[in-house]
């Protein structure tokens, strides 16, 4: 299909979806993680740390592009690929992940560029700046580690003033503080960006979130098809706004997470430069995968003319984490005896609250797939109260 081989800086989980992808399309890929990283017991990769300029620069002469799992990569190290070994090329570019990673300058790129987000204002480490912000914005608002943050680690919610020194002893330092968005649902959108720069989008769905962590995803949102519409475009819009940073590294896949408000207006919460745990659903619920189109996307192979849904479907997803004494483990079973349910496990080793796998439930309606979820989930779960 592609004599390219396409390096992967990460091998978690997504890098195993992608390589997983790449595999069926006939692509190489090569990636760079730790020994025993998930991704390495299905195709094959080299032993470093993702975050070491050696290790990548050795990575980046064996391959054609580079791709990225995680956005938490050095990004010294990528520009120093780009001056000295021109031929190979980095989706998403540099410019676009050093934007991304760092959430406050997202958010001023993203305002520059007309897209919605919630009001962010910098700070210095110190309680009175935290207090300062509080001011401005109100309470309660959320305070934010700028870089390295995921799953909530790095979020502190700052109830009044008197909880400003507790949340500076949080988080530390490299901060910014968002104005609170009382949101009614989480939505999210993937879309793909083709090496040309231009943006397809895959259906808007709905997240639910536990303790921070994705826990259950419905494809489609249920949200009225006006909201849907709007989300779809509002993504397409925010993602396009990284073509101009380098136009030469455009392609791959974003997710954006979106929030909506009790008018129905959409925002922006924040964007991820690769594959994303919203998007697991369209391994079964769509035709082609959030990972095939991120491959085909940086490959610059052409991309499907719909990434919609299945016709006449709808999709959900629920997160297997780990839990004390490998509980989890009935969840999975069960899925083996529910109709539509897939079953896609990582290799990972057990420990709780990791993410170990997830399961898809493809029906012919949200209903459908909300009676199918019920079955496994317990009564008073988040996703099915
Ligand atoms: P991820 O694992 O998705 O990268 P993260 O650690 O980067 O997560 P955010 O997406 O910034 O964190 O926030 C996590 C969750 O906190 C959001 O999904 C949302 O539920 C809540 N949240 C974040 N920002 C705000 C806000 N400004 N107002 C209200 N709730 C918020
Ligand atoms: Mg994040
Ligand atoms: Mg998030």
């Keep these: 299909m592609n004599s390219q081989t396409i390096g992967i800086l990460g091998g978690g989980q997504l890098g195993r979806m992608m390589v997983e992808a790449a595999n069926r399309l006939g692509i190489k890929t090569l990636t760079l993680d730790a020994p025993g990283a998930p991704a390495k017991d299905i195709g094959p990769g080299l032993d470093g740390n993702f975050k070491n300029a050696d290790a990548v620069y050795e990575l980046a002469k064996k391959v054609d592009v580079l791709t990225i799992e995680i956005e938490h990569v050095n990004v010294s190290a990528l520009d120093n690929i780009l001056k000295t070994l021109p031929n190979v090329k980095i989706r998403p570019s540099p410019a676009t992940i050093r934007t991304i990673q760092d959430k406050y300058l997202q958010k001023q790129h993203l305002i520059d560029h007309g897209i919605d987000v919630t009001q962010s204002i910098p700070l210095d480490n110190s309680v009175a700046e935290i207090q300062r912000a509080g001011s401005l914005l109100g309470y309660p608002f959320m305070l934010k ?21 507790e949340a500076l002893e949080a988080l530390k330092d490299n901060l910014y503080a968002e104005k609170w968005c009382p949101f009614t649902k989480e939505l ?66 974003f997710g954006v ?35 095939e189109a991120h491959i085909r996307a ?51 080793g057990h420990r709780v609250g990791r993410k170990l796998g997830h399961i898809n439930i493809v ?23």
């Design 145 to 165: 580690t700028r870089k390295d943050a995921y799953d909530g680690r790095g979020n502190f919610v700052v109830k009044d003033t008197s909880s400003a020194e």
């Design 257 to 291: 997470e979106m929030f909506v408000t009790p008018d129905s207006h959409v925002l922006v919460n924040e964007i991820a430069p690769r594959p994303h745990n919203s998007g697991h659903y369209t391994q079964n619920g769509c035709v082609t995968s959030q990972f």
């Design 188 to 253: 999210a959108v993937m879309v793909v960006q083709d090496i040309n720069g231009e943006c397809k989008s895959f259906p808007t769905v709905e997240t639910i979130h536990k303790n921070s962590v994705c826990h259950v995803v419905f494809a489609p949102a249920r949200v009225p098809d006006s909201v849907l519409t709007n989300a779809r475009m509002l993504a397409e819009r925010a993602v396009y706004t990284f073509a101009a940073l380098d136009k030469q590294n455009c392609g791959g896949i």
């Design 363 to 385: 029906s012919g309606s949200i209903t459908g797939c909300e009676n199918e979820l019920a079955k496994l989930l317990p009564k008073d779960d988040v996703a099915i109260k």
């Design 298 to 348: 940086v490959a610059g192979l052409p991309l499907p003319k719909s990434l919609d849904l299945i016709p006449n479907s709808a999709s959900v997803m629920l997160n297997i984490l780990g839990e004390p004494e490998n509980a989890q483990l009935d969840i999975c079973k069960k899925s083996l005896e529910i109709p539509g349910a897939c079953i896609h496990l990582y290799g990972k």
